[in-house]
């Protein structure tokens, strides 16, 4: 009997704190910076880390923060430096 006491009580337990999960990751849900996925399509991809950055993800949250720009990108091309540059020119955050 002291078993069936201890499964249902996990059971109603897990349920409680699944709702209470459920819950908040609606209520404090954040939309992601699709810029940052705009800007990692453009940069090479190579992750080499030549920017100083861990790798390309990282270089274009920075890019889109901008705490860094596209020319510290070595293996990058200058027609995709300038793409950068224009597309973070057009979208910049309200």
């Not at 404090?28 to 810029?35: C, G, I, L």
């Not at 790798?55 to 990108?73: F, H, I, W, Y």
Request: aromatic share 6%; hydrophobic share 45%; charged share 25%.
């Amino acid at each position: 009997m002291a078993i069936v006491k201890a499964l249902v009580m996990m059971l109603v337990l897990g349920a409680a704190l699944g709702a209470v999960l459920g819950f908040a990751s609606k209520k404090f849900y954040v939309e992601p910076d699709t810029r940052v996925d705009d800007v990692l399509a453009l940069l090479p991809g190579y992750n080499c880390g030549g920017c100083g950055n861990p790798g390309c993800a990282a270089m274009a949250e920075k890019l889109v923060n901008k705490e860094s720009t596209p020319d510290q990108c070595k293996p990058c091309k200058p027609e995709a430096r300038e793409a950068i540059k224009k597309y973070l020119a057009e979208h910049v955050e309200a």
